[in-house]
Each structure stands twice: as structure tokens, then as C-alpha cells.
């Protein structure tokens, strides 16, 4: 696992340029099988799709990834179901990518590898 992991993420309140696509991708190796896409906007966002057993394994996890954003203070888009979560992440306050999204995407991987 990266040194990701045991970095906590900053407060943003705008005003920071977010990752070229260069620096998106060095990060991006940092991470384990997050796809980096772009919205219609050309906004940046990782994303990455976890499958369970079941509905309640799904939802233990999102728990623990709701855990995690608050102790960071980084919230992702979650979408859930039946044996299935997907976690979008990107900075809103900057419209791209930022070292926190990485540092959040290491710590939610760090949730099934327990």
C-alpha cells in the first residue's frame, strides 16, 4: 500500500489548482484500480466499483467508507446495492483532482484488505 495511507487529508476552500493530467496519473499508481474518468464539464474523478456477497456486506462497507470521509473531512459519491458500491471521488471546491482524493481512495482499498 502506498504512503497514502498515512497522510490526512487538508481542508480545501477553493483557490488551489487542481492535478494536470500528468500529475493525475503519477498518483493514479498510488492506488489500486481506480479509473480516473472525466464528466461533460472536463472534470476530473476516481472512480472505482467494489462487488460484495450480499446487500448487507454493501452496506457495512459504505458505513466504514462514511467513517472514514468524516475523519478526513473528504465525502465521496456513493451509489450501492445489491453486492455492489461505487465510489466517486474528486475535490468539488477546485472542479478536479487533488492529492486528497488520492489519500482518500488509499484509505478506502485499506477497508477490504482487512
Known sequence: MSDLINKKCVPCEGGVIPFDVSE?????????GWDIIQNENKIYFLEKKF????FLESQSFINHVGKISELEGHHPDINFGWGYAVIKITTHAIDG???????LAAKIDQITNV
Open 24 to 32: 493525475i496519473h503519477k498518483y493514479q499508481k498510488k492506488v489500486d
Open 51 to 54: 462487488n460484495f456477497k450480499n
Open 97 to 103: 483532482l487533488s492529492e486528497n482524493d488520492f489519500i
